[in-house]
């Protein structure tokens, strides 16, 4: 079970992590569905660079690290995911207050959602190989 859990997360990681790609060259043409705003205007405006870097931390799984490496980066990223989804108490997560843009409905359908389960997925991934292996 926890293979098949870590399979599918994988394949969601690689889809949002190609979704990042196309984002960091489409000039901007994701819109508000995908960015926070406040008042019609962008919370913030990713560059072309960080945008390649979250596809590059998303892009990369296991592929040959030693498995300590592999339990602090799962746990990490399980962490940061569980953070995303609980949110900065105003425009993203959960508990945003700002809830009548475009971002805030997806927030609240996918992404938050989205964030929660993965990283329940790479806590039970991570949690799997604890006692398993020492560090």
Do not use: E, Q
């Amino acid at each position: 079970m926890i293979n098949l859990i870590g399979i599918l997360a994988i394949v969601i990681f690689l889809s949002i992590a190609l979704l990042h790609v196309y984002w960091a060259f489409s000039s901007g043409r994701a819109g508000n569905a995908v960015i926070p705003t406040h008042d019609g205007r962008p919370i913030f405006t990713p560059s072309t660079g960080v945008t390649l870097l979250v596809w590059g931390t998303l892009g990369f799984w296991r592929m040959g690290l030693p498995i300590w490496l592999f339990k602090v980066g799962t746990w990490s990223v399980a962490a940061v995911l569980l953070l995303r989804a609980i949110g900065d108490f105003r425009f993203v997560g959960f508990f945003k207050r700002v809830r009548d843009t475009p971002f805030a409905y997806n927030d609240t359908r996918y992404y938050s959602p989205l964030c929660l389960w993965l990283a329940i997925s790479c806590a039970a991934v991570g949690g799997w190989t604890v006692y398993s292996v020492p560090i």
